[in-house]
């Protein structure tokens, strides 16, 4: 069937900023050779992403809140089923990815003039990047999830190796293409085997045939999904298939560690839910299980790396690690609801709530790290930050309160995120998989309070003097207020993201 005008009104936010940042390129390339002021830059691409955000808000009262049907794009002839798909789960996903954006925008201005990488293609690349997690998360074909998950990475390749002249800076770009191109590569194969096994690459035309094979007879969809849920493993750094990720977030611009440890994996998460629950639609297949190890080992080797680590960037990339870890646990409970009901709205709400809170403090965990940065220097070594807490009590007491949720502790986002993604466990009988959970929190409050003690209970003779940056401020502000609000008043957000979770079903 013919494009309608419905399809692109659909995929309006994907193709704003697409525009805007075809738009950021040519303004760029406007401005010549040599350092540049960004901050036209900037604003032009901050007002890309709230035309994009409020095209979101606009469909989520057209097709978010459950009373019109969820609407399938670009439907090819011949049979094939939609190329995407408009929906509430894919919404709130959509608002995940511009958040992370924004706030990346905002702590970026103020580090890249300080570092001397003036480059403005920066902010074209998150926004490319941002249009690609869009439509990951929207993907009803396995391969327009593969061609969207190349569109992100491949902006990400470059972001990451944007600091030229650093060594760390390059092999943390080659490190993260090397790794990339491997998961891509198992990520076609696998594809390639569910298309032999099923004859379509659609979700639904998947999920339908899941249900009905039996897997016993070591079918093909059997090796497939395995080398597929191999390959998103690599993407989200899931433990044994983490090994990347510290490498590659302690080389790169903090600002764009900061974006890859939230946008990224929320973006993945989201790809992984929409295909594990088509792959996976019968108990004849034991995912359960598989995906129980595999958070089992994230959550507790994430945390036990995290606590030996001198380095904050490492450090929070291996807490990066082991909250993909408590990420599973939600997906674990949504993969075995669907196996045995067919419901969708067992865990992938929690997902959602999650991964907002995660990318809010997050962000704002390193959008500190940021601020306490000089011209061309960083302050990365834990005990950097001794005695900050009386000579910046501002900076201090919102880093405090960005560890106190990472770490799961009340009244925070981060409680009501785990607490939620552990009654899920609950829910489903997965009781000893919420018990680890719950272990391996304990060991994250050392590394976290850690660095809360430094601030308030050591002082050193050399004190950080940082460089104030209004737009990272900001961002530390809006990244705060999100901690606290969704930890005081988690209610309506997660009656969003429940009905969002109730469209995801074919």
């Known amino acids: 069937m013919p494009i309608s005008p419905q399809d692109f009104w659909c995929s309006s936010p994907i193709l704003i900023l697409c525009g805007f940042g075809t738009l950021l390129l040519i303004v760029d390339a406007r401005c010549g050779k040599g350092p540049r002021d960004l901050l036209p830059i900037a604003g032009l691409s901050l007002f890309g992403l709230l035309a994009a955000g409020a095209a979101v808000l606009l469909l989520w009262g057209e097709f978010g809140s459950g009373g019109v049907a969820p609407v399938e794009c670009f439907t090819p002839m011949g049979g094939m089923g939609a190329a995407i798909r408009c929906d509430g789960y894919v919404l709130v996903f959509d608002a995940v990815f511009l958040l992370a954006a924004g706030l990346t925008c905002l702590i970026s201005l103020g580090y890249l003039e300080r570092m001397d990488l003036r480059f403005g293609e920066f902010f074209a690349l ?228 999650y991964l907002i809170a995660y990318t809010l403090m997050t962000m704002g965990a390193f959008a500190v790290v940021v601020w306490f940065g000089r011209r061309r220097r960083e302050y990365l070594l834990i005990e950097d930050f001794a005695g900050i807490g009386f000579r910046h009590p501002f900076i201090a007491i919102a880093f405090s309160i960005f560890l106190l949720s990472l770490a799961g502790i009340p009244p925070t986002a981060g409680f009501m995120a785990k607490f939620g993604l552990f009654r899920s466990a609950v829910a489903t009988g997965h009781t000893d998989l919420a018990v680890i959970g719950v272990l391996t929190s304990v060991i994250s409050v050392y590394y976290y309070l850690r660095l809360v003690v430094l601030m308030y209970m050591r002082e050193t003779e050399t004190g950080i003097t940082p460089t104030y940056s209004p737009a990272t401020t900001l961002a530390i502000v809006v990244s705060g207020y999100g901690v606290l609000h969704l930890g005081l008043f988690p209610g309506s957000l997660w009656r969003l993201a429940e009905i969002g979770a109730q469209t995801l079903a074919w």
């Open 126 to 353: 998150i926004l490319f990047a941002t249009a690609g997690m869009m439509l990951m998360a929207s993907a009803m074909d396995l391969v327009v999830a593969l061609l969207s998950l190349e569109v992100m990475s491949i902006a990400l390749y470059i972001l990451c190796g944007l600091a030229r002249t650093d060594l760390r800076s390059n092999e943390s770009a080659l490190k993260y293409f090397i790794i990339g191109a491997f998961s891509s590569a198992v990520l076609v194969y696998g594809i390639a085997l569910v298309y032999g096994a099923t004859g379509s690459t659609a979700l639904p035309d998947i999920a339908r045939a899941a249900s009905r094979i039996d897997f016993a007879r070591g079918d093909l969809l059997l090796v497939g999904s395995a080398l597929i849920v191999t390959a998103l493993c690599f993407k989200i750094a899931a433990v044994p298939f983490h090994g990347w990720a510290p490498d590659a977030y302690e080389g790169a611009p903090t600002p764009v560690t900061a974006f890859m440890s939230t946008g990224v994996k929320a973006a993945a998460f989201a790809m992984f839910a929409r295909i594990a629950l088509s792959l996976f639609a019968s108990y004849t297949i034991p995912a359960t299980e598989v995906l129980w190890l595999i958070a089992m080992l994230t959550m507790i080797g994430g945390n036990l790396a995290a606590v030996v680590q001198t380095n904050v960037k490492r450090m929070l990339a291996y807490s990066s690690i082991a909250h993909a870890g408590y990420l599973l646990v939600g997906l674990v409970a949504a993969v075995d609801r669907r196996q045995t009901d067919g419901s969708v709205t067992v865990g992938t709400p929690d997902i959602a709530f």
